[in-house]
């Protein structure tokens, strides 16, 4: 039976159908954890994507038609692409991207292991005659939307303007709130205002070789799996044969932080669990954390959560 909106080949043959009606169809991706894709129809050739993954799974881009374009905005978490060249980029949290067809990712991960965020696709080749004359009469030319932010060339990143963030919360609020008709004027709203856009706001945004990319995760891994042991950064970037500045910058853009402060965070993070869990005293679990001194794992937990360990325990 089809489902008005699936289309399979977007998806992969793991993924399946959670609820449908004509404008919105919601799915599982099938991936480890979560992944869930909300997909509204607002017009023919152009539809709406809210993606919420939770997963550190990397998954391959599905084939679309020749003539895409992809707006997609992060509210939360770090979106990876690779892409055709074996480079390596990153979206980052309050970050929007356009890109077409031929810069699209071939497969997309979330190195902080979330994600959540929407996208507009417009399909060009699907466009029906009257979405265009829509589109003309406001104006909004669909045919060279994304010419002047050099999309034909590079996928085009930004950190996102208030103009623009205004629109993207409001979407993220509308979700299962609001009819589609609020998704369609917000959409046109979103159009609008790309047609403005150039690129004085771009960033400097860098791509990195797929090696690099895997060294440093490599790195990281290990990082995480010797919580409790004083780690030479030096000599890990050294053995992976890679240089330590070069290491330090393809961290930081993976994960949106410094090692240092990653790592600070990862542990409070487990401290915090293992608190609320309440298995473990406050002494034992700094030591597993690589603390030998208390006060310093309580500042430490201070300085992220805002609170002594012993006040966020009792707190839970």
């Not at 038609?65 to 979206?91: K, M, P, W």
């Not at 330090?248 to 609320?276: C, E, R």
Request: a neutral charge; aromatic letters at 14%.
């Amino acid at each position: 039976m089809k489902i008005n909106n699936f289309n399979q080949d977007w998806y992969g043959t793991q993924a399946k159908v959670l609820s449908s009606n004509k404008n919105c169809v919601v799915v599982d991706y099938g991936c480890k954890g979560r992944g869930i894709v909300r997909n509204y129809n607002l017009f023919e050739g152009i539809q709406l994507c809210f993606l919420d993954f939770e997963t550190n799974e990397a998954m391959k881009s599905k084939k679309f038609n020749s003539d895409i374009i992809q707006i997609t905005h992060c509210q939360s978490g770090r979106y990876e692409c690779e892409f055709a060249n074996h480079t390596v980029s990153y979206l980052p949290e309050g970050y929007f991207g356009v890109a077409g067809t031929e810069h699209l990712p071939i497969s997309f991960s979330f190195p902080l292991k979330k994600y959540y965020g929407v996208s507009l696709v417009i399909d060009r080749q699907a466009l029906s005659e009257s979405t265009r004359w829509m589109m003309q009469a406001i104006p909004i030319d669909l045919d060279k939307i994304g010419t002047t932010l050099g999309i034909e060339t590079k996928w085009y990143v930004s950190d996102t303007p208030p103009q623009l963030q205004h629109l993207f919360s409001e979407l993220y609020t509308a979700v299962e709130t609001e009819p589609i008709g609020y998704f369609k004027i917000k959409a046109i709203e979103l159009l609008y205002h790309m047609d403005q856009l150039t690129q004085t706001n771009e960033c400097d945004f860098k791509y990195f070789d797929k090696k690099q990319i895997e060294t440093t995760k490599a790195i990281r891994e290990y990082l995480v799996s010797h919580l409790d042991e004083k780690v030479s950064l030096e000599q890990l970037a050294k053995e992976a044969h890679l240089n330590l500045s070069i290491f330090h910058m393809v961290f930081s853009y993976i994960y949106g932080d410094t090692p240092y402060a990653h790592l600070k965070k990862y542990k409070m993070n487990l401290a915090a669990q293992w608190l609320t869990e309440g298995k473990m005293k406050i002494g034992d679990i700094a030591l597993e954390l690589g603390y030998n001194n208390a006060s310093k794992f309580a500042k430490a937990f201070q300085s992220v959560y805002g609170m002594l360990p012993k006040d966020y325990r009792k707190n839970r």
